[in-house]
């Protein structure tokens, strides 16, 4: 499977615990993204790497989440102290720089804080 | 701030029908207008998309309309089929044609049902 990949599928955790969700992109797109969606909302964007570098961050993003991109390949999305309205479905997605706009989306880590 | 405003919330037509979903922008530099398809636990898949020197696109039974001085475009689905039920967003892009990156504003969503 050639497509963007995410783990775990379904976390559950209990409040003030921390997660780590992982995310590989599709291998030749250096540009990857984090969007969460929550019930019956579309997706919003969290952040953007292009290759290492974390280069947009949303307001949404408090200071309890942080994200990486080590060596521009997988990224990982760390929530600290996870709070209730932490519950979402956390989003994936990869492209290629330039001209092509396309962005592929993973599957999803389903998020549930108890 | 809501910058892409989707309607109707869900949608229930006939097999055969032909389901029509609305999006309105208020952002000018918009310039690249995708459509998404989100089956239950899935990812949103990119459906058809249309930039705003075309009026019309058509791929297979999808078509946007786009209408740049109303800022509206909307998704019409011919002949639909029950396979067709799913979850459909629209987006917006800003300065697609140029540096910058896909960071995509999505609108609320249509939870779409196709009886048979």
């Known amino acids: 499977d050639t497509g963007v990949s995410q783990n775990p599928r379904h976390k559950i955790t209990k409040r003030g615990q921390n997660v780590t969700f992982r995310c590989d ?14 019930l019956g909302q579309g997706p919003e964007f969290l952040t953007y790497f292009q290759n290492e570098a974390q280069l947009e961050k949303s307001r949404l993003l ?9 060596k521009g390949s ?3 999305l760390e929530i600290q ?3 209730q309205g932490d519950s979402a479905m956390y989003l994936c997605a990869s ?3 330039g001209s092509n706009t396309e962005a592929f989306f993973g599957q999803g880590t389903r998020l549930t804080v108890v | ?4 405003k989707q309607s109707p919330q869900s949608l229930i037509v006939q097999k055969g029908g032909i389901p029509i979903i609305n999006c309105a922008y208020e952002n000018t530099a918009f310039d690249y207008f995708p459509w998404y398809q989100q089956f239950p636990g899935k990812g949103p898949a990119l459906l058809i998309a249309i930039r705003p020197d075309v009026s019309e696109k058509k791929e297979g039974r999808f078509t946007i309309s786009f209408n ?4 509206q475009f909307s998704l019409h689905i011919m002949d639909s089929q029950p396979g067709d039920s799913a979850t459909y967003f629209c987006a917006a892009l800003a300065n697609a044609g140029g540096t910058s990156y896909g960071k995509l504003t999505f609108g609320q969503g249509t939870i779409l049902t196709v009886h048979p």
Request: aromatic letters at 16%; glycine letters at 0%.
């Open chain 1, 81 to 83: 102290r996870t709070e």
């Open chain 2, 1 to 4: 701030q809501q910058q892409v």
């Open chain 1, 62 to 70: 408090s200071d309890r989440f942080s994200a990486e991109r080590p």
């Open chain 1, 95 to 97: 492209s290629f720089s």
């Open chain 1, 25 to 38: 992109p599709i291998s030749e797109h250096n540009r990857l993204y984090w969007y969460r969606q929550t």
């Open chain 2, 68 to 71: 740049k001085s109303a800022k």
């Open chain 1, 74 to 76: 997988f990224s990982t």
